[in-house]
């Protein structure tokens, strides 16, 4: 787990070796074990190392290989790379590390981009082959590392983080109009753009090779992308729950390998509770991790605890209050590369760094609702199935009505504007639509994007999936949207913002290709989400875990902004501009907002989406 940061440019003379020491020194918190960087005629790599595999200075980046025909920059973990490694071997090549690392680039050189297929990991890579001039960045199948890309003129520059990118002499530090609006929806940015103009995420599942002789760009390329539709019917629910166990079994077996101390996060929920089942199983002798709150709507130790003794862990607690943890929301939520309003960021930091005093890597159960269908929304996405065979207009006019007799940003409100896209929109339907009218009302022209222009900007990224269900159908919209834009790129910034490797087993893509399999019968049945994973849960977890609600990783974050002693410092924040760059906001807006919000409930997210954009800025402008 580290980070990485090249500069592929026109001409040598604009290559600086200080500037791509100030991109990786950027990125400290990613990697404090060790930092490289290697130029070599118009390429340059830069590298801060977090050692996970083979300590020795021999898994120092950027590393060539002995002919020093290729180089590498790696961030992740090849999680198969011992399977890979007996491989090569067998086809005669010879190893001096220990390293992933060596694994991947040896790989590379032998097989070239068909070597992708073969790989079980989360990574964002970046490797230089001189036989060809290129250089071809990559990012995993599920986009769990990040990977940011910027290109003018003649110069092409990646990092993973677009402070890195900041490093840059000519980097514009303009904001994207669009995506800031399309953020005041969200709150997050969507996936296809960036904050800042004319900087690019990689997706998920790609690569792209800049042809240096040719000063050309290829792709971004697909080399995986989720499964056709194609649910597997005939088999008996018994066997799902055994493949489902044995799978799960062999991608917690690969992720448990590592030279420094590893655990288990623990709450009391299924999903981390099978992972530290499995692991246990798998290894044996491990420490499970958990975080107690003052607050009894937060905590979940007793649960933990139940779970930590029926499968006999070793389980450490540490006790933090949420409250007393407030005055940091503003760093925690300023610390993201782009602008980002999912308040459970700031437990989820907080859990990481009491968790690095005594690991520095540890598995978690992230994935486990979006790939075995485990929200609620599924459940009503179940419900409502038969709401697509309702034509569209017949569904736009029942909108429209409704729209017309409910409150403004009324719950009502809200299901109106996704009625005409209930399948496989629930979640991000209700993201969307959140807050609608306020919107239209509180942003400058040229910063407002209708919800309609959204999802429609969705529907042409999101690939077609002809005969889904209305569960997969929302089961997939939330892999490509909810998972990759908010979930991933909040753990990936909150553990590594700590020098943490957050590892999970459901996000094996194995895991990902067999949950889609499931007939939609098995994944909600008889009112339960999840329900082969519940099944599954009852072989090895506590009853009472077993049957227990699932509960968010929330903050009380209506009591912190309008019943704390902090509210009056929110609420300047939130009025006060930052001179930095534009505001987005007319006259008068935000302080209305904050009005509005006293009264009105339903618009507390909105307030803590507009503050977290001014902690972004404020970030930001302090460099």
Known sequence: MCGIAGIIASSKDLLEESVLRRMTSRMVHRGPDDAGVELTGRVGFGFRRLAILDLSAAGHQPMWDPSRDVMIVFNGEIYNFQELRAELQQEGLKFETGTDTEVLLKLYKAHGIEALSRLNGMFAFAIYDSRNETVVLVRDRLGVKPLYCWKKDNTFAFASEVAALRELPTFPHRLSQSAVGSYLRLGVVPHWTSVYEGVMKLPPGTWLRVHLRENRVEGPVKYWDLPDVGEEEGVAEETWIDRIDELLQDATRLRLRSDVPLGVFLSGGIDSGLVASTAARVQGHLSAFTMGFDEESADETEMANMSAEHLKLKLLVSRLSLTEAMDHLPRVMGHFDEPFADSSALPTSMVCAEARKQFTVMLSGDGGDEVFAGYRPYLRAWQWRHADLVPTALRRAAAAGITLVSAPDSRWRRFAHKLPHLVGRFGLGGSIYASEDWLQGALKPEFFVGGEQLIQSYNSRLREWPRASSVDLAQRTDIRQYL????????????????????????????????????????????????????????????????????????????????????????????????????????????????????????????????????????????
């Open 484 to 623: 990759l834009e908010d979930i991933l790129d909040k753990v990936d910034r909150m553990s590594m913002r700590h020098s943490i490797e957050l590892r999970s087993p459901f996000l094996d893509y194995r895991m990902v290709e067999l949950g889609l399999r499931i007939p939609t019968a098995l994944r909600v049945k008889n009112g339960r989400t999840k329900y082969l994973l519940r099944r599954l849960s009852e072989r090895y977890l506590p009853a009472q875990v077993c049957a227990g609600q699932k509960r968010g990783f929330s903050i009380p974050i209506d009591e912190w902004l309008f019943g704390s002693s902090a509210s009056e410092a929110f609420r300047r924040t939130l009025i006060q501009p930052n001179k930095h760059f534009e505001d987005p906001f007319l006259p008068g807006a935000c302080e209305r907002l904050w009005n509005q919000a006293l009264r009105n409930p339903a618009l507390t997210h909105a307030v803590f989406k507009v503050l977290s954009y001014r902690w972004w800025c404020q970030q930001q402008a302090a460099g």
